[in-house]
């Protein structure tokens, strides 16, 4: 279905004064080509100036049957016909001929100009290009300026060579030149500089076609499409450095040999991607010869579509036969200047009565199909528009080659964030102008020229109905503009369109009309979504002309830096006044969202946010209009919800905040909760809003999060006592489970992963005075459930002030409750550092934010709780009771002692990553040497803890070696401890500790060694009766084994 609106797309027109009857025209590089029927005279006219001056002529070696502008390298390139023969040229320098030089140098394809013709000044050539069979069609490469021409059965690449005069004798090089999208302006004195390049050709590739007869062809960077009568390939040639090249194929064979005294019809195919190498069109390459230096060629099908003869609809063979075949590139805001390979290719042909649109990379896909209401003799596709001509009118429909460009630049348009009407919406037709007798179309920028010859024997306007063609309704039609008072029955026009500017604003007014009867007719959304890809073309091409003035002004460029700043002015004050429109446009498409059904109103949010509007200024767009029954749109929701449930900085007034709580009580109640957690109303009423969340639960009932956002209110009113009474109303596990359901009541922030954006809220600090257990577990539950990050959560308890305290308790019951590793190991090294800061009281020289100063609040967990709760933290030893002072100069003190020896304990605590803060700690108290005792017990030094122990400690030296010399070191027993006793006994006899430890150790020893095992340990100089009973007790253990 195609929409018809009746809007202006063009500005003006004028006629350009032509002495002889105009054949063939074509335009380019600011120029109007025009060749006189049946002449051998082109003429140029200036397209950029008023009038269209006349910029000079010159003749052709033969009559002109078809003609082409390069726009890489400014040559054109003709079909001629002379005495029964077909000829290819390529005319360069051209635009030398206007300042009066009649030299003109003629030469072939490969061979440059030398000596006196080189010698005498610049001039224009003529090249003749040789080919073996008969040209019939010719394209230019609008990326590279190369040359496709189509023969009988042959399509021939020629690569475009710029050869410098100071240069010839050098290899020739590759043209390297950038295309842009908008149409450059090219002035006479352009290429006039003394040490011009000349222009020369290469013959690169040849393609031989099967069952295909070429009538137009078309290229584009590394695409080329071929166009016969009823069908349409595309395929993409690439080169490359492997050296397996496509091999001529021979498995496509025509089948319709032996039925060639029947007239067989094709049937109608489409075929996309992967899937057109299955069409019956063979293509093979053959070898030019230049493979060596260029690398191999590749070839891929790419796209195929056949059509049937429409003869059921009155119609001849010739009147369904396909033209207008355009391969289009377009090159998005994001790509650098030196890049050449276009971001967007499309593909367009048409028959009389259709036109089809295609997007070529990125996947194949059909965008739009274009019905006309009559027959269509040519059409041409440009950025903005794709217009048409019939016998009597030009028409214009919108394209959606924006809608593509958009989402190759940004593959995430498509999100809460970014939005783009889709590449499939319906196209739709403008106004029409009419004319008389049109025969040819071409554009260049805003100019769109046409040529009209009025055949005497047709004048009667052709029937349009509201059924042609499948239209829904009347194209509005404009009045012909008088042609000239000549005689003659020709004209050649230049009609130039407005600007996208000015269509859009007159697009805009237009949609009034619908917004005013019906707000959410389709009609409404989709002439804005129109206007919404016109602005991104618009913008696309102001961003590309911006980068050209950049580099034009760079000083080694320009010498006259006054006309590019003036330029550069003029873009961005465009660019500005796009921007401006394209953001009301966001707005308007976020109003029809949010009015519209609940299939589309997601869709209100992105626009809405594109359109850099206030949430207050949204909802004074969407107020329900006075005497309306309707409310507010599901889009306008979708899009406050998502404004509130995301975290901003964006603070709403306390007016705009209690007309946000009265919006969702009448919309959606159930979503109150969730709304007045939101960072954006902290400066919502809170009495007005307790009378709405007490109503809402008298109707919905007692829930967690609505008794926790009620006693908020009353925290914000100061009533503490109301506030006591609502938080017992449940347990604390049921409150930590509403937090889980609600974090925001706790802490504001923490989307963006800086501490500085995590903030606790009003209820968080009450509860840090009044209940430090449930808020702890609170945190720690946030925490395990995804809630809330561990650096955020630190946070939240600097910015309470509870560094030394809450937050040690914090990571003492994320000890017992995480189970990730690396968090384990991260909070065990904290824990043990704060412990050590509270035994030496001084600052800890791994916080540098302050010291964990002992603090007269009692901790949540003693360490006792974390022993029987917590598996990280160990049973203390028992020769540390030994160890262990009776009192101590505080309890917090014996509380961290005790804490940091059951980590010690522990089977988790790496010893390694805490011996540098251990030696903070002095060896000379026993509390101190217990420590330092245990981390070398950790770390497998037996032997020099049982010296230290028995040098500072001797009575608890038993009780040490039956905790650790056990298994696989109870040989210490024997090895270690019973010498190190007997040396000491020998030399302190009265040591009754000592006497006492080497009793016990023989009796171990004698249980554990044979007789002449303990014989042999025995001291030389020992009193034998001394070890006597001991040596009895091992022989009888030995004789009962």
Sequence with gaps: MVHVYNCHPFSSQQIVQVEQEPGLICCGGGALFVVATGGCKVEAYNLEKEGCPLICRFATMGTVKSIQHSRMGDYLVTIEGKNCATYLRAYTNWRYQAEGKARVGVRLLGHLLRGASVRGGAQMEIIEIPLSERPVAVACCPVTGDLLVGCENTLVLFTLRRQNQQSQNQSQQMVQSTWTNSQQSSSQSQIMDSNPNFLDFER?????????????????GEYVAVQGELEVLVVKLETSSDPKTLEESDTKKNHLEDHVDFQILPIHQELLGDRAKDCDIAVSIEKTGLEDSKGQYTLSYVLFRRFTPDFFQGCSVEE??????QLYPLFTGNQSMSLQEPSCVFCFFSLPSAGYLYSLKGGVELLSAYQYPEKVLKAVLTDYLLHVIT???????????????????????????????????????????????LRSVCVYGHHVVLLSAADAETTEEPERTTQRRGLSR????????????????????VVDTVSPLTL??????????????????QSLRHLLSEAHLLLRTSLLQTSEQQRIIEEDSSPSLQADTEGPSVKQAAVRTDSTELEEAFKQNCAQLGDCFSRGSQRECHLALPYYRMSGLSVTELMARNRPLAGRPQSYGPGFLFYLKHYLFEETEQVLSQEAADEVIDIFSQSEPSQLVSVCASPSLINTSPAKTLQILQHLENTAGVSVPLTTTMATMMLRLEDLPEYTRLMERHAEMVLVYGFIEEPRLLLHGGDGGQHAHVRPTALTRQLAKSQPGLLVAAVVALHENNKVQLQHADHIFKELDCENCLQVDFWEAMLMASSQETIIQELLFRVASVYIDRLTNTPSETHTNGPHAPSKRRPLKSADDLINSCSHYGALYPWLIVLNPAHTTSSQHQEALYKLQSLLCGPSLSVGSVMPLMERLSDETLWGFSLHLLCATRRGQYDSSIEKLLD??????????????????????WQKLLPELCNRTRVAADNSILLAALKETLVVVAMETSPTEFLELMP??????YFLPYLLTCSQRHLLA
């Design 204 to 220: 690169s590739v040849i393609l031989h076609l099967s069952q295909m007869k070429p009538k137009q062809v078309a290229l584009c």
């Design 952 to 973: 500072r400690c001797p009575q608890a030296i038993i009780a040490y070696a039956n905790h650790h010399l056990q298994d696989s070191h109870m040989v210490l027993w």
């Design 504 to 521: 859009y604003q007159e697009m805009v007014e237009y949609s009034q009309r619908y917004a005013e009867t019906n707000p959410q007719a």
């Design 1020 to 1025: 030389e100089d020992g009193t034998a009766s």
């Design 320 to 325: 369904t036969q396909l033209h207008s075949l």
């Design 474 to 493: 009347k194209w509005t039609i404009s009045s012909p503009k008088e042609t000239s008072t000549a005689g003659h029955g020709w004209n050649l026009y």
């Design 391 to 437: 016998k009597s009118a030009l028409q214009c429909f919108t394209v959606r080659c924006a809608a593509v460009a958009a989402r190759i630049e940004d593959p995430y348009i498509d999100s809460t964030m970014k939005a783009c009407p889709p590449c499939s919406m319906e196209v739709c037709a403008l106004r029409i102008q009419l004319f008389i007798g």
